[in-house]
């Protein structure tokens, strides 16, 4: 078989991002210890020229290429731009947590831009198998990550864990693409989805294939009442690394979701809608509910957004353009929150202390009052108030479930976001009431400081004008 040129010109930003990943693993393989930075360097510009590509790809049509197995449309080209902004500012936090803790080394980063190939790779895939060569490039390297602290026997624990049961989910989600493969003779996702509608009532077999395919979703996600790693491997694993699982594979979890569901199984909409909303159900009243009693900054973000996961699938359950546009909208701006959330954990951390108690932000207006703002900011918009993004994010995600007649739902996502802001008001109120029980001075360097700066402000304009990107993810599904 005969692959044309013009084959790859959608490819153009992973084979960007691939040979930009070899290339820097090479340099830290032969560089040494002198240059430890020039692997950060690289790695920030790769994601700088692989957001300019992708972006200026926004506008092109809808291709298939390589024989069915890629696609790149609107939908592709904007949640990478997304996924590269977001880690490069994930990138920028980890440097300075790194260097604290004297671990600075480029497989951090190398591991980090080949997730970033396999969120790609799953944003564009047009076949169950190239959907799961992307999910496992993915997980992979995360499970590397999570263990990237080789002295430290919650992160090797972590890593064991989230190990074992994403080997789990992976193997139900393998198991229904079978099934699915077996039922309509074809991996290619349009080719499915003709042959499901053609059938026209829905067998056996799909049923069962839908049920094991959307474990496998779950668990991706971290939804319950498959959320059991979510918050031992955000706890156990370096804050670093925490940053970076807890945002942009959302993202790319999001794009799974829509390849599966949506562009394969939509003639089965009826029968993934009644899972989609038990476990959005579940998600929303376990993740707000725990989330109160925890006293650990990242466990509590942990639970967080597993109630935020909730959210994000009501968006896609609604079934409709709106409702899709809205998903879409909520996990880009949720990554950017999330962030932001566990970078403020690294603004505090020092060498050998690790600021991840809610306890350690006592008094923070005291010790910074520029920072404890941005926090504030950041904990206003994940409880859903306005003016912030996160007000915006629910409210679409509610107007799309709303316009579906299922007005019912809506309310119990309002009266569980109701209980949940009250974790987030406590952050504020240790800021801004408590005594610090630290009188030390903040010692932050230049990169995070302009980098939560910039988060922070970055979520308060997106509420503020919150228009443009919505406009933009609701044109990709036109």
């Not at 930009?20 to 830290?28: Q, R, T």
């Amino acid at each position: 078989m005969t692959i044309p040129l013009t084959d790859f010109v959608p490819l153009a930003t992973e084979i960007f991002v691939l040979t930009m990943a070899c290339s820097i693993l090479a340099v830290e393989a032969f560089v040494g210890q002198q240059f430890r930075q020039l692997s950060y360097i690289l790695s920030q510009l790769t994601l700088l020229g692989a957001a300019l590509i992708s972006w200026n790809m926004l506008d092109m049509e809808t291709v298939v290429v390589l024989g069915g197995t890629f696609v790149h449309d609107p939908m592709a080209a904007l949640l990478k731009t997304s996924i590269f902004l977001v880690t490069f500012g994930a990138f920028i936090y980890a440097r300075g947590y790194l260097t604290s803790k004297g671990s600075l080394r480029g497989e951090y980063y190398v591991l980090g831009l080949f997730a970033v190939l396999g969120m790609m790779v799953m944003i564009s895939a047009h076949s169950l198998l190239t959907i799961y060569l992307g999910l496992e490039l993915l997980s992979l390297s995360l499970y590397a990550m999570v263990a990237f602290d080789r002295n430290s026997s919650p992160a090797s624990e972590a890593a064991m864990k989230y190990f074992v049961l994403g080997a789990l989910a992976s193997g139900m989600l393998l198991y229904g693409m079978s099934m699915l493969y077996g039922a309509t003779g074809s991996l290619d996702i349009a080719e499915i989805a003709a042959s499901i509608s053609a059938a026209g009532e829905s067998s056996m077999i799909l049923i069962f294939a839908l049920c094991f395919i959307v474990v496998g979703l779950a668990f991706k996600f971290g939804a319950v009442p498959f959320h059991m790693w979510v918050p031992d491997v955000y706890h156990g694993a370096p804050t670093a690394v925490t940053l970076f699982i807890g945002s942009a594979p959302k993202i790319a979890a999001f794009a799974m979701a829509m390849r599966l569901l949506v562009e394969s199984m939509g003639s089965l909409s009826l029968d993934w809608q009644g899972m989609l909303v038990i476990l959005a159900v579940l998600s929303l009243a376990l993740g707000n509910v725990v989330a109160i009693a925890q006293t650990n900054l990242k466990r509590m973000l942990a639970y967080s957004t597993i109630s935020h996961v909730g959210f994000l699938v009501l968006g896609i359950l609604a079934g409709t353009r709106e409702g899709y546009s809205a998903s879409m909208f909520y996990a880009i701006t949720y990554a950017l929150m999330a962030i932001g959330g566990f970078g403020m954990i690294i603004l505090l951390s020092r060498k050998g202390y690790e600021a991840d108690r809610l306890d350690d932000f006592k008094g923070l207006n005291e010790r910074s009052p520029w920072f404890a703002f941005m926090m504030l900011i950041l904990m206003f918009s994940m409880a859903g108030v306005p003016p912030t993004v996160g007000f915006y994010a629910k409210l679409s995600v509610l107007q799309a479930v709303i316009h579906v007649d299922m007005l019912w739902l809506a309310l119990v996502a309002v009266f569980f976001s109701v209980i949940g802001a009250f974790y987030y008001i406590r952050m504020v109120k240790l800021m801004y009431f408590d005594k610090p029980e630290s009188a030390d001075v903040l010692v932050i360097n230049t990169d995070l400081q302009l980098a939560m700066s910039v988060n922070g402000l970055a979520v308060l304009l997106l509420g503020l004008f919150p228009g443009g990107l919505l406009a933009l993810c609701l044109n990709v599904f036109s």
